[in-house]
């Protein structure tokens, strides 16, 4: 059994993870959306194992926790980040969403996100001197 990502704008289905892992990357996204970023997500959990997608909000959520993500400096905030945010990219980038990066730490991190290597590469960070490393 496994779960249903559908643009509801299309209809296409973009993503069928197996069951458990739709339901702990919806777990997280709900978390994420109610709880710290406070805006919708743009995915609606029709029947708990088939999501519609409104492209354009969701977007601007992966949008918004990118730029989360860039402001943090908490280690764990960004280790529990690093887990779902690819996802929430890759999601994005298979459904046709747009994901804005507004500064070079959120531009290397989408590159770093799509990057099917990145497990092998570390953590996006930012410096106080501004640059940005991969370590």
Known sequence: MSYIFTVTETDDDVWEPALAVGQLFMGGVDALSSRILKVPSGLHDVTGDWVQMDTRLY????????????RTGHPEMIELMDGLLPVMVMLADKAGATVTAGTPTERVYLDWARDQDRVLQGHVVERGDGTVVVR
Do not use: D, I, K, Q
Request: charged share 35%; aromatic share 8%; proline share 0%.
């Open 59 to 70: 977007g601007e959520f992966v949008t918004a926790a990118l730029r989360r993500r860039g």
